[in-house]
């Protein structure tokens, strides 16, 4: 892996350090795939990533590039590729993948669910929750009843409140109804440019808002290092 970082800060004109809010396996795999012909990624090895291009000027492998490499810590990630800044910040700024939340998520918004059929809304209209899977609403915390073989709430039952945690159960009920809270975004950090060897920090669209970093706890950690984004990265990825 330290050779093949060293010989893609050879190839390519600029480095980005990215980091990725709400973490999801699939949405990276998607990002490497529409870079492929583009870019090469390196995700997770943290410590190994920061080695291969050096730490401090005498151990650079190329001139400059110690100063991102400082800025590797916890889970990012480097993109090294030709396209242009403006080009690739445009991307990354337009690419958003809605997706469900995990226990230790920040509640995006306060859900509370109707008395009624319980619906899911997995479909156009939402469709109520077949009577066999009434057992399992209730044990995650809905107080149901059977009306008509519906699984149906006496009263509005609130199911998360804005900006509290969720619990297992909360999640799993989010999922089950269809709502997604989190949306998994790549956030870059900073860009090192080889003609230069200066180092730009990112701010503004391009970079994850605290939200965005506070709203992925609970996510798919180091295990996600382990996501190959096809055969010639799978050497590059944490374990």
Not at 164 to 172: D, F, G, H, V
């Amino acid at each position: 892996m330290m050779q093949e970082l060293q010989e893609s800060s050879e190839k390519w004109r600029y480095c980005w350090l990215f980091e990725v809010g709400s973490m999801r396996n699939a949405h990276l795999k998607t990002v490497r795939k529409q870079w492929k012909d583009s870019a090469r990624i390196f995700f997770g090895r943290g410590a190994v990533m920061a080695k291969a291009l050096g730490l401090t000027p005498e151990e650079e492998h190329r001139t400059g590039i110690h100063k991102l490499a400082k800025q590797i810590k916890g889970q990012v990630g480097v993109l090294f590729t030709d396209s242009p800044p403006e080009e690739v910040i445009d991307w990354f700024v337009d690419f958003k993948q809605p997706d469900f939340a995990r226990a230790g998520n920040l509640a995006s918004r306060t859900v509370i669910l109707p008395a009624g059929p319980v619906l899911r809304h997995h479909s156009d209209p939402p469709e109520p929750f077949p009577h066999n899977e009434e057992p399992q609403l209730r044990k995650l915390g809905l107080t149901t009843s059977m009306n008509k073989g519906v699984p149906t709430l006496t009263n509005p039952h609130e199911l998360c409140k804005k900006g509290k945690p969720l619990t297992s159960e909360q999640a799993q009920l989010l999922k089950l109804i269809g709502h997604r809270m989190v949306v998994f975004r790549v956030g870059l950090i900073a860009r090192w440019d080889s003609e230069t060897g200066d180092v730009v920090q990112i701010e503004g669209p391009g970079a994850l808002t605290a939200e965005e970093r506070i709203g992925g706890g609970g996510d798919e950690g180091g295990d996600e290092g382990g996501d190959e984004g096809g055969d010639e990265d799978k050497d590059a990825m944490s374990e």
